[in-house]
């Protein structure tokens, strides 16, 4: 597909690697988030060599806007791997406390050889890794919720760091770690895009959004027809379906021409905000 033009500057990303190396030395789990809708895009490319074998639980976020029967294939790709997956909503809440056991029990079989050495027991710590808007913070903020408590400047711990305890078990970094994701390739940088993991002033909306319209043309016409109102069949040009859905939505410049440009930004926001339904944007086996 033509190229979306991403500009990034991976100086961020340095830095940000950086304080990552740091504060994994500090835990026992990672737990990385990832968004359901996109697996494989919304995954870092190196994290294979960021976490040299650092027990790790992969969470699915966002299932609340995935397609379930995709979200169950991903669980069994992952299980198939050897990989540890929980599926969370971190605005709801939901499997977040499988999310937590997960870690706990990951994390304890560190813990029992420390003790093993004589070490006294401790809670196992976590933190959590993932791209910009997988919803880190939020997840942060529900896990807290109201029972948690932050603790500053634990003693044994470098300084400065904040953790949230959970329960008796757990302790989580609340700085989680921003991993970059993979911007080379166009179709990893269309579906970041489009659900959101990066600004819309970096990149091509107009390319992006021709591309995301002739995709649900091919796949969902029926989601576009009934939410739209179009008849069948929608025609084949990106444009001229763009120009349909924004006559539909009164996006109208003077003198009756399409205001193209309002046509976009509602039928992504619609798209992003699940109107159009649950998308998948990344298949197993794909
Ligand atoms: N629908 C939905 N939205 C979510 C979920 N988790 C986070 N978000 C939204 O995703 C956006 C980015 O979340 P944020 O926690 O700031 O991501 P961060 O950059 O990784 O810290 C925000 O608008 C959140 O409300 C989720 O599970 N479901
Ligand atoms: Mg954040």
């Known amino acids: 597909?033509?190229?979306?033009?991403?500009?990034?500057?991976?100086?961020?990303?340095?830095?940000?690697?950086?304080?990552?190396?740091?504060?994994?030395?500090?835990?026992?789990?990672?737990?990385?988030?990832?968004?359901?809708?996109?697996?494989?895009?919304?995954?870092?490319?190196?994290?294979?060599?960021?976490?040299?074998?650092?027990?790790?639980?992969?969470?699915?976020?966002?299932?609340?806007?995935?397609?379930?029967?995709?979200?169950?294939?991903?669980?069994?790709?992952?299980?198939?791997?050897?990989?540890?997956?929980?599926?969370?909503?971190?605005?709801?809440?939901?499997?977040?406390?499988?999310?937590?056991?997960?870690?706990?029990?990951?994390?304890?079989?560190?813990?029992?050889?420390?003790?093993?050495?004589?070490?006294?027991?401790?809670?196992?710590?976590?933190?959590?890794?993932?791209?910009?808007?997988?919803?880190?913070?939020?997840?942060?903020?529900?896990?807290?919720?109201?029972?948690?408590?932050?603790?500053?400047?634990k003693p044994g711990v470098t300084r400065g760091k904040q953790w949230i305890t959970i329960g008796k078990n757990l302790e989580l970094l609340d700085t989680p770690g921003v991993l970059w994701p993979k911007f080379e390739d166009p179709e990893v940088g269309f579906k970041l895009a489009m659900t959101g993991a990066i600004n819309d002033d970096i990149y091509d909306v107009e390319t992006a959004m021709s591309k995301l319209l002739l995709f649900l043309r091919e796949n969902y016409s029926d989601r576009l027809i009934e939410r739209y109102n179009l008849s069948s069949p929608l025609p084949e040009d990106s444009t001229e379906l763009l120009g349909l859905i924004g006559a539909r939505r009164g996006c109208l410049r003077s003198g009756g021409l399409i205001d193209y440009e309002k046509a976009r930004r509602i039928i992504l926001n619609e798209f992003r905000g699940s109107k159009l339904g649950n998308f998948t944007l990344d298949r197993p086996n794909q």
């Open 1 to 153: 597909m033509d190229n979306l033009n991403i500009n990034w500057f991976p100086g961020h990303m340095t830095k940000a690697l950086r304080m990552i190396q740091a504060n994994l030395k500090l835990v026992d789990v990672v737990i990385e988030l990832l968004d359901a809708r996109i697996p494989v895009s919304s995954a870092n490319p190196v994290i294979h060599q960021i976490l040299e074998g650092k027990p790790r639980v992969v969470a699915l976020n966002k299932i609340d806007l995935a397609e379930p029967e995709w979200t169950k294939q991903w669980v069994d790709t992952f299980h198939v791997q050897g990989l540890q997956v929980v599926t969370i909503d971190s605005m709801t809440g939901k499997g977040t406390k499988a999310l937590v056991s997960q870690v706990e029990q990951l994390g304890s079989a560190k813990a029992a050889k420390l003790v093993a050495k004589g070490v006294n027991p401790r809670a196992v710590r976590a933190m959590i890794l993932g791209i910009p808007n997988v919803g880190k913070s939020s997840l942060i903020n529900r896990l807290l919720g109201t029972k948690a408590v932050r603790t500053a400047d």
